[in-house]
């Protein structure tokens, strides 16, 4: 996708994903307009039910309708508002007996620590209130406003951490001097198992469930709908059950269809004077069983209707506390917020992309089918291994090693990883002919693995994955290089554009093999770590003698090819050169000087076309700004981590590209450009907490 020069998409048009919920086997994505677009289940990335689900409102006494994804919009994760932030949160998580346990299924043990019951009251009671502005919670808050009619709609949503519920609340507000008769609806229209045939949405009693083979999406509500219509959409001309609301605030009533569906359910509101205000509870419960989505249904409405926001912001609030144990959390204090509410949003990001297969989505944003024919819900073993580099520099080693799982699983019987691969482990789409590689996507997921040895020290780790994985891709590395130039075969590059000898690939294999050595070593295997240390280090002598240009005193893109690209950042990166060698040096200061972008950001490279001309990449501007913390100018580094966190949409989701008027652009979140955040911030806390005396080092380059 990355290199196929798909058709701009601009900021502010269909397509980005502000908010996006998930636990592992669900996913839901909210588009720039407050409507739901993509349904993942029940894997993170794979068969997307998704199409639209839109709420609206309806002035009953003059009849007057309207969609909310026409008004004015302000999304964020709550986290982000500081404004009555735990007096907002209390209110609709207010501590009453916990009846948590009916909807949870799993122990608390998931959290990695016992759960302590109340935990935002007990910090709001120790410290105040402003113990709340510094939380990260994985619930959405949208608003949306219309000043003609007087309203504003607050919508609260997130999704349960191990069970899949989808819960929203939406508050209607009267802002207007006058008195309210209010209906509210919501519409929904799926495309399960990606298409519309064969659907069927049925009423049963106070629930609607649509359903397809043995995919379940139940819709309940407190207080229960008292309007419904099921019926025929997008067939023959008929547009769907949402035209009765539009055209007289009442629906039909009829309680199921079959084929090309969709549902409007519609709740008529207590009458509101000015400045009163009425909830509505929505959830949808997604599952495999018609009699299971039911059960879970039931447990919701015993459930205190607070009971899953409280659960979600409890558990990954828990969850981003475990940053507390690296030595560079103290030196924290040292950022903006931005920067860190940056960081942690970041982190929260990638994990919401990780399917609990081990599969890592490039990005959940599926709108970008509409220009491409394909998609970013794939896991490439480069981005993936990525993902590993981050987590585990941020100590979530149990997940990286999930990864590691998924691609012990895919590697093929040569021992290399091809283009990239479904959730589910089979093998996606591609337009690379025979035989499929990008080299690069088989030296990193080695390399993330010895970095996991490195930083985890786990034998049993480096044990499990090192004959399925580490061998037999050590072997195929081994094996792939040119006995004449001892640099790698000719392969595509990581932008997925152009065939060559490339630096960025070349490097990344030397890095696999010399981590495989290493591996190898641990476990005693001397005679295979011997000959792979041999091939990492014919690698590095090739790409310092022919991959550095002594008349354009700076490292080429490949070895036919002298264009400056960043991604040469992997020569010091990946420990072929210390960053403050000459040579590096050179290079990074002519990335600097000639890819920087009227916006402040990096560009991939000179000339680059994709999504529009030289667009910066968060990713490459990361690079330089790890490299700054390398040689250790600690303020350049910060403002280039400073300008990633400032160029985020509101909701702290970074976009593939980012244009030179500071609009992001393709793909919005993409999991790459946040891994890449997660390791600047940390190295740049690194080199801190070095050049002020402290101890905390790590050593992850190799030598």
Same mark, same amino acid.
């Given at each position: 996708?990355?290199?196929?020069?798909?058709?701009?998409?601009?900021?502010?048009?269909?397509?980005?994903?502000?908010?996006?919920?998930?636990?592992?086997?669900?996913?839901?994505?909210?588009?720039?307009?407050?409507?739901?677009?993509?349904?993942?289940?029940?894997?993170?990335?794979?068969?997307?039910?998704?199409?639209?689900?839109?709420?609206?409102?309806?002035?009953?006494?003059?009849?007057?309708?309207?969609?909310?994804?026409?008004?004015?919009?302000?999304?964020?994760?709550?986290?982000?508002?500081?404004?009555?932030?735990?007096?907002?949160?209390?209110?609709?998580?207010?501590?009453?007996?916990?009846?948590?346990?009916?909807?949870?299924?799993?122990?608390?043990?998931?959290?990695?620590?016992?759960?302590?019951?109340?935990?935002?009251?007990?910090?709001?009671?120790?410290?105040?209130?402003?113990?709340?502005?510094?939380?990260?919670?994985?619930?959405?808050?949208?608003?949306?406003?219309?000043?003609?009619?007087?309203?504003?709609?607050?919508?609260?949503?997130?999704?349960?951490?191990?069970?899949?519920?989808?819960?929203?609340?939406?508050?209607?507000?009267?802002?207007?001097?006058?008195?309210?008769?209010?209906?509210?609806?919501?519409?929904?229209?799926?495309?399960?198992?990606?298409?519309?045939?064969?659907?069927?949405?049925?009423?049963?009693?106070?629930?609607?469930?649509?359903?397809?083979?043995?995919?379940?999406?139940?819709?309940?509500?407190?207080?229960?709908?008292?309007?419904?219509?099921?019926?025929?959409?997008?067939?023959?001309?008929?547009?769907?059950?949402?035209?009765?609301?539009?055209?007289?605030?009442?629906?039909?009533?009829?309680?199921?269809?079959?084929?090309?569906?969709?549902?409007?359910?519609?709740?008529?509101?207590?009458?509101?004077?000015?400045?009163?205000?009425?909830?509505?509870?929505?959830?949808?419960?997604?599952?495999?069983?018609?009699?299971?989505?039911?059960?879970?249904?039931?447990?919701?409405?015993?459930?205190?209707?607070?009971?899953?926001?409280?659960?979600?912001?409890?558990?990954?609030?828990?969850?981003?506390?475990?940053?507390?144990?690296?030595?560079?959390?103290?030196?924290?204090?040292?950022?903006?917020?931005?920067?860190?509410?940056?960081?942690?949003?970041?982190?929260?990001?990638?994990?919401?992309?990780?399917?609990?297969?081990?599969?890592?989505?490039?990005?959940?944003?599926?709108?970008?089918?509409?220009?491409?024919?394909?998609?970013?819900?794939?896991?490439?073993?480069?981005?993936?291994?990525?993902?590993?580099?981050?987590?585990?520099?941020?100590?979530?080693?149990?997940?990286?090693?999930?990864?590691?799982?998924?691609?012990?699983?895919?590697?093929?019987?040569?021992?290399?990883?091809?283009?990239?691969?479904?959730?589910?482990?089979?093998?996606?789409?591609?337009?690379?002919?025979?035989?499929?590689?990008?080299?690069?996507?088989?030296?990193?997921?080695?390399?993330?693995?010895?970095?996991?040895?490195?930083?985890?020290?786990?034998?049993?780790?480096?044990?499990?994955?090192?004959?399925?994985?580490?061998?037999?891709? &050590?072997?195929?590395?081994?094996?792939?290089?040119?006995?004449? @130039?001892?640099?790698?075969?000719?392969?595509? %590059? =990581? *932008? !997925? /554009?152009?065939?060559?000898?490339?630096?960025?690939?070349?490097?990344?294999?030397? &890095?696999?093999?010399?981590?495989?050595?290493?591996?190898?070593? @641990?476990?005693?295997?001397?005679?295979?770590? %011997? =000959? *792979? !240390? /041999?091939?990492?280090?014919?690698?590095?002598?090739?790409?310092?003698?022919?991959?550095?240009?002594?008349?354009?005193?700076?490292?080429?893109?490949?070895?036919?090819?002298?264009?400056?690209?960043?991604?040469?950042?992997?020569?010091?990166?990946?420990?072929?050169?210390?960053?403050?060698?000459?040579?590096?040096?050179?290079?990074?200061?002519?990335?600097?000087?000639?890819?920087?972008?009227?916006?402040?950001?990096?560009?991939?490279?000179?000339?680059?076309?994709?999504?529009?001309?030289?667009?910066?990449?968060?990713?490459?501007?990361?690079?330089?700004?790890?490299?700054?913390?390398?040689?250790?100018?600690?303020?350049?580094?910060?403002?280039?981590?400073?300008?990633?966190?400032?160029?985020?949409?509101?909701?702290?989701?970074?976009?593939?590209?980012?244009?030179?008027?500071?609009?992001?652009?393709?793909?919005?979140?993409?999991?790459?450009?946040?891994?890449?955040?997660?390791?600047?911030?940390?190295?740049?806390?690194?080199?801190?907490?070095?050049?002020?005396?402290?101890?905390?080092?790590?050593?992850?380059?190799?030598?």
């Amino acid at each position: 996708m990355r290199g196929k020069g798909l058709e701009k998409r601009s900021w502010g048009c269909p397509g980005i994903r502000p908010l996006i919920f998930g636990n592992g086997k669900i996913l839901i994505c909210e588009d720039e307009k407050g409507t739901i677009r993509d349904v993942y289940f029940p894997y993170v990335g794979l068969e997307n039910h998704g199409n639209l689900i839109k709420v609206g409102i309806c002035d009953l006494d003059s009849l007057y309708c309207s969609w909310l994804e026409n008004w004015k919009i302000r999304q964020r994760y709550k986290s982000e508002f500081e404004e009555n932030f735990c007096e907002q949160f209390l209110e609709i998580s207010s501590p009453q007996e916990s009846t948590e346990e009916k909807i949870e299924e799993k122990t608390e043990k998931e959290t990695g620590k016992e759960k302590i019951k109340g935990k935002l009251e007990e910090k709001i009671e120790e410290k105040g209130p402003e113990a709340c502005r510094a939380a990260v919670s994985n619930i959405g808050e949208t608003m949306f406003e219309n000043p003609e009619l007087g309203l504003r709609v607050t919508a609260w949503e997130a999704v349960h951490p191990s069970v899949n519920i989808f819960y929203r609340t939406f508050e209607i507000k009267n802002i207007s001097g006058a008195v309210k008769h209010l209906r509210f609806f919501s519409n929904q229209n799926y495309r399960i198992l990606e298409n519309k045939i064969g659907e069927t949405a049925v009423i049963d009693k106070q629930t609607l469930i649509h359903y397809k083979r043995d995919r379940y999406f139940l819709h309940g509500s407190d207080p229960v709908f008292d309007q419904y219509a099921v019926g025929t959409a997008e067939w023959k001309g008929m547009e769907g059950t949402w035209k009765d609301m539009e055209n007289d605030a009442y629906l039909s009533g009829n309680p199921v269809a079959h084929g090309s569906v969709d549902s409007t359910l519609g709740w008529t509101l207590p009458e509101l004077k000015p400045g009163e205000s009425a909830r509505v509870h929505f959830w949808i419960v997604l599952g495999k069983k018609y009699c299971n989505v039911l059960k879970v249904h039931k447990r919701v409405k015993e459930a205190r209707r607070s009971a899953l926001f409280h659960h979600n912001f409890n558990f990954w609030d828990s969850f981003t506390e475990r940053i507390s144990v690296l030595p560079e959390f103290s030196w924290l204090t040292q950022l903006s917020e931005r920067v860190v509410m940056c960081f942690y949003r970041s982190l929260l990001t990638i994990v919401a992309h990780m399917d609990i297969s081990g599969s890592v989505i490039a990005s959940c944003d599926s709108d970008i089918k509409q220009f491409g024919a394909d998609l970013y819900t794939y896991c490439w073993p480069r981005d993936a291994a990525w993902v590993c580099l981050a987590l585990d520099r941020a100590r979530y080693h149990h997940l990286s090693t999930e990864t590691f799982e998924f691609f012990s699983k895919t590697i093929t019987h040569r021992g290399n990883f091809l283009h990239k691969y479904t959730p589910a482990g089979d093998f996606g789409s591609t337009w690379h002919p025979v035989p499929m590689v990008q080299i690069d996507e088989t030296g990193l997921p080695i390399y993330a693995l010895y970095n996991n040895w490195e930083i985890a020290r786990s034998v049993w780790a480096t044990g499990r994955y090192y004959r399925g994985l580490v061998i037999p891709a &050590a072997n195929y590395l081994t094996k792939a290089l040119d006995r004449e @130039t001892g640099l790698p075969v000719s392969s595509f %590059d =990581l *932008w !997925e /554009e152009r065939k060559g000898v490339h630096t960025y690939s070349a490097c990344t294999v030397y &890095a696999g093999l010399h981590g495989a050595s290493e591996l190898a070593r @641990t476990i005693g295997d001397y005679d295979k770590a %011997d =000959l *792979w !240390e /041999e091939a990492a280090k014919r690698v590095k002598q090739a790409v310092l003698e022919k991959l550095y240009d002594k008349e354009l005193k700076r490292f080429r893109r490949s070895l036919d090819d002298p264009t400056l690209d960043s991604s040469v950042f992997a020569v010091w990166y990946f420990g072929l050169l210390p960053p403050d060698d000459p040579k590096v040096v050179l290079t990074m200061e002519a990335i600097e000087r000639e890819l920087t972008r009227p916006s402040g950001g990096i560009a991939r490279y000179r000339d680059d076309r994709y999504y529009g001309y030289m667009n910066s990449w968060p990713i490459c501007t990361l690079w330089l700004a790890q490299w700054y913390s390398a040689v250790g100018d600690l303020n350049r580094a910060l403002e280039l981590i400073d300008w990633c966190a400032a160029h985020t949409h509101a909701s702290g989701l970074m976009s593939e590209q980012v244009d030179d008027g500071g609009r992001p652009l393709s793909v919005l979140p993409l999991a790459w450009s946040h891994s890449a955040y997660v390791l600047a911030v940390l190295e740049y806390l690194q080199a801190l907490e070095k050049r002020e005396g402290g101890s905390c080092q790590l050593s992850r380059k190799m030598k």
